[in-house]
T-cell receptor
């Protein structure tokens, strides 16, 4: 099993450009989520999904969009990139809400100029 | 609303010394508590968790944490650290019966010196 796979690992964007961070998991997990990690801020939840066709906002959803058309995939879209979105993004999944063990991808480092 | 406070942003310690990383949470309902570890340039990995039962939980590499409901704390301890324990440690909480979203603290960087 590959676990949680994120692509790309590194990306540089210009302000106003759009892009999609891809996330796929092969563990048949119901729950998937996106976090951003910034120095001194810990991890903050952007969006999450408890199953195919169901998504909801986390703590910092503005400027991001998600969809969950399959159990395996949970892409994160940046609609119009801003320098404030420079961060490391992590996708994570788990079996369900009561297990608590999130499996993380290796992260995607995004720089917006 | 839930929140997690990690009281120390950095903890330097010498090899083989004991260490405690502090974590306090706020929540009005029952909670699940977690410690995750992040090694450089990697994602986070679960270190240990408290869901129910014994308030003292242990990891396979010698860390332990104790759930203290009255003090709303979940401090992480290790009696003797190794160089390889150098990493950033995150405390996290989720509310039992909720969607399962984890709220993370800001992290504590443990630096083990020889």
């Amino acid at each position: 099993n590959a676990g949680v796979t994120q692509t790309p690992k590194f990306q540089v964007l210009k302000t106003g450009q759009s892009m999609t961070l891809q996330c796929a998991q092969d563990m048949n997990h119901e729950y998937m989520s996106w976090y951003r990690q910034d120095p001194g801020m810990g991890l903050r939840l952007i969006h999450y999904s408890v199953g195919a066709g169901i998504t909801d906002q986390g703590e910092v959803p503005n400027g991001y969009n998600v969809s969950r058309s399959t159990t395996e995939d949970f892409p994160l879209r940046l609609l119009s990139a801003a320098p404030s979105q420079t961060s490391v993004y992590f996708c994570a999944s788990m079996w369900g809400p009561r297990t608590g063990e999130l499996f993380f991808g290796e992260g995607s480092r995004l720089t917006v100029l | 609303a839930q929140s997690v406070t990690q009281l120390d942003s950095q903890v330097p310690v010498f090899e083989e010394a004991p260490v405690e990383l502090r974590c306090n949470y706020s929540s009005s309902v029952s909670v699940y508590l977690f410690w995750y570890v992040q090694y450089p340039n990697q994602g986070l990995q679960l270190l240990l968790k408290y869901l129910s039962g014994s308030t003292l939980v242990e990891s396979i590499n010698g860390f332990e944490a104790e759930f203290n409901k009255s003090q709303t704390s979940f401090h992480l301890r290790k009696p003797s650290v190794h160089i390889s324990d150098t990493a950033e440690y995150f405390c996290a909480v989720s509310e039992g019966g909720s969607q399962g979203n984890l709220i993370f603290g800001k992290g504590t960087k443990l630096s083990v010196k020889p």
